[in-house]
């Protein structure tokens, strides 16, 4: 039984987690900006980042379902993400692969990042096991589209194309972004766009 077909809920960029030592050198910056959706368009919106919390949920019951016959956790991204592949397209909604693999890299990350704490000491670090109606969908660049007045979303295999309006444009050069992330704040729709911008460098005495 994979828990993807049965959970009963179910309603940036490809940039390397270990950097180039030769690539120059860059921070990350994110500048959120908020949609401007049609009433249709704001519906699949709040519905894909339901469909996003109903994939972390999924992944907290299959865990709690593993522990309780004395297997261990699916934890890693990539024992994740076969765990997702075993499911097959469509399992939620019209969240697309991209933004479904997102939330598993979440979940990894701070799993692991809690047993790095446990490890040293710390008694009040938890493993996430909060179920959360509505998560965050990031999708990584060579995945959607953007430019200075619009974003397209990659949505599942099926569903209708996703062209959304930005408020403003978009405060980096183009190249530079990374990723974008759907949210919501306040009952609000926003788009994070993060992007990779070089350190300034001056010459001898002109900082």
Known sequence: MH??????LVMIEVVPRVRDEKAPRGVHRTARISLRASASQRRRLWAMLVSAGDVW?????LNSMRRARGDRPLVSYKELCRELAKAGPGCFG???S???RSVLRRYSDAYFATAKKQKKGDTKARYPRRRRHLMAARFYAGTFSLDNTGVRLPVAK???PLALRLSRAVPYALDQVRSVTLIAEAGRLYIDVSAEVPVATYGPGEA
């Open 3 to 8: 828990l993807w077909l049965s959970h009963p």
């Open 57 to 61: 949920a999924c992944v907290l019951e």
């Open 94 to 96: 019209e969240l697309s």
């Open 98 to 100: 991209v933004g479904a």
């Open 158 to 160: 099926g569903c209708p």
